[in-house]
């Protein structure tokens, strides 16, 4: 988004506005990630610990999620650059 055509205060109010949803953004895709890894790996609620297991289970769910947010961001990346005419490395 170009902000340079609006004075000081708009961009600034903008800026506030983009900061504001990014945020948004990233709290929704962090509940997403515990909601889905909490749901598939914790089961056992007889302690107040996780158990080896459900802790590595954890630890697999959220690398994966990770790994796949990283390559849905390099993809749309690419497919941004190609729209724009910018040719592959």
Do not use: W
């Amino acid at each position: 988004m170009d902000l340079s055509q609006l004075n000081s205060a708009e961009q600034a109010h903008m800026t506030k506005i983009i900061e504001k949803k990014q945020m948004q953004d990233f709290l929704r895709l962090y509940s997403g990630l515990v909601e889905r890894c909490f749901t598939s790996c914790c089961n056992d609620f007889t302690s107040k610990a996780l158990s080896s297991k459900e802790e590595q289970c954890v630890l697999n769910c959220a690398d994966k999620f990770l790994k796949h947010s990283e390559r849905v961001g390099q993809r749309f990346a690419e497919l941004n650059a190609e729209a724009m005419g910018v040719p592959k490395p």
